[in-house]
């Protein structure tokens, strides 16, 4: 049974940055597309960036495109986000997943993000 350990969140000021890692384990990393989600303070879960199996193509939600960058490493079994120029707008706790997963499916403890001065 595939299991997701999201890090890396914490406190940063606006216009920093962090680098997030989302660690895998049992089946379906290495054969799926993967995304990253993110869930702020009373708002539903949304999905922010995907990437592709072989990690060559990516896409971003508009709110965090050109200040985000996802990539995977598929030996290491590990998804990860860079996320730059961090304003107040994005903090929420971080997951990863596959995508199109739904509130049903199995979701990690996720990693929390706040952007504040």
């Known amino acids: 049974q595939v299991q997701f350990v999201e890090s890396g969140g914490g406190l940063v000021q606006p216009g920093g940055s962090l680098k997030l890692s989302c660690r895998t384990s049992?089946?379906?990393?290495?054969?799926?597309?993967m995304a990253w989600y993110r869930q702020a303070p009373g708002k539903q879960r949304e999905m922010i960036a995907r990437i592709s199996l072989s990690g060559k193509i990516v896409t971003y939600e508009e709110s965090v495109k050109g200040r985000f960058t996802v990539s995977r490493d598929n030996a290491a079994n590990t998804l990860y986000l860079q996320a730059d120029n961090l304003i107040p707008d994005d903090t929420a706790v971080y997951y990863c997943?596959?995508?199109?997963?739904?509130?049903?499916?199995?979701w990690g403890q996720g990693t929390q993000v706040i952007v504040s001065s």
């Open positions: 997943n596959f995508i199109g997963a739904g509130p049903t499916d199995y």
């Open positions: 049992g089946a379906g990393f290495p054969n799926n597309p």
